[in-house]
């Protein structure tokens, strides 16, 4: 990966800019708690997520192992911001991009993949065992189409490598070593795998922490061994039913459940109390981390991950006759 450009210095271009994100003090959630409670705001990076990390990092893994030659196409399946970080780093790197979404997902990100050039394929909503799914639509497109690559981001290793590299080294410089507690929500699972990774090899005895909404399976595999879902989240790019490879071997400290009523609430206190707007898996982060604080006990550092902004979702999360329309109002 490219060093990361000083706020002082020029970018040589936009991938420059990915990562080197700051981490601000979240002043509520420390407040209520006793300890410092951290946001890493990587809604700064240049496709406004935290997956343009994992995105340059499964181009140039794909590069380096000669799989993408020049004008290649990139296909993957996505909730959007992969894909919407993998049309970033595509255009500055000339390939195309195919993007299989569930229809599901907010418009905001739809309209944004097709901004940015990527041709977007969008199918129905269905189980992961069903072949209709995304992920497996974009692993057969990438099959079918001539000089395509499938970034396949939950079992690409290369996605939690690229947080080991650069989140989790960013965290411990920036708290200078300071931090002793991270958590974050599940997509794939690479900046939970990758950043505890990364962490515990400069202080095994951070504590790692699974923040999972409801309607996901991890909270019940890591609590008590179990593969095993209940209820049900509206929030976008999080909640995973399996052990991805991404996910392999991470063994946590604690695991917290949490709601969409909880994770709205914060986003809510945020951006009224603190003037930041955020999306919904970024609310149940912070309520992962003041449940983590909580567990801990005051005079902790606790850092967790702001994924994206809430403009992203103005559709959805911020319009309210979608909120009532999903029980939320
Ligand atoms: N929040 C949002 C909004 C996301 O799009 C994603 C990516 N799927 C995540 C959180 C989870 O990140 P990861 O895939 O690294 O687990």
């Not at 296909?75 to 790197?93: F, H, K, Q, Y």
Request: charged share 20%.
């Amino acid at each position: 990966m490219s060093d990361p450009t000083p706020a002082d210095a020029i970018a040589p271009d936009i991938l420059a800019l990915i990562g080197n994100t700051p981490l601000v003090t979240l002043k509520g959630p420390s407040a209520e708690t006793g300890c410092t409670i951290l946001g890493k705001a990587e809604f700064r990076n240049p496709g406004g997520s935290v997956k343009d990390r994992a995105a340059l990092g499964i181009i140039e893994d794909a590069e380096a192992r000669g799989l993408l030659q020049p004008g290649g196409v990139i296909v993957e399946g996505t909730a959007g911001n992969t894909g919407i970080g993998l049309a970033v780093v595509a255009s500055a790197r000339g390939y195309r991009t195919i993007i299989v979404m569930p229809e599901t997902q907010s418009r905001e990100k739809q309209d944004t993949l097709r901004a940015l050039g990527a041709e977007l394929v969008l199918v129905p909503a269905a189980a992961y065992s069903n072949p209709a799914h995304y992920v497996h639509t974009s692993r057969r497109i990438a099959e079918e189409t001539p000089g395509a690559i499938w970034a396949n981001q939950f079992d690409n290793v290369a996605n939690r490598m690229a947080h080991i590299k650069t989140t989790a080294p960013e965290i411990w410089a920036q708290t200078q070593g300071r931090v002793t507690g991270f958590t974050c929500a599940v997509g794939t699972g690479g900046t939970l795998a990758g950043v505890a990774l990364g962490l515990r090899a400069e202080n095994p005895d951070i504590a790692i922490a699974l923040t999972d909404p409801d309607g996901a399976a991890l909270y019940n595999y890591f609590a008590h061994g179990e593969l095993r879902a209940e209820g049900s989240s509206v929030s976008e790019g999080i909640g995973q039913s399996r052990i991805t490879a991404n996910l392999d071997g991470l063994a946590v400290d604690a695991q917290f459940r949490i709601s969409d009523a909880e994770g709205l609430a914060w986003v809510r206190r945020l951006n009224a109390e603190e003037g930041l707007c955020l999306g919904l898996s970024s609310g149940i982060n912070v309520a992962g981390a003041v449940r983590l604080a909580r567990h801990m006990g005051p005079g902790q550092v606790i850092v967790t991950i702001l994924c994206d902004s809430g403009l992203r979702y103005l559709s959805t999360i911020f319009n309210p006759e979608w909120l009532a329309a999903k029980g939320l109002g």
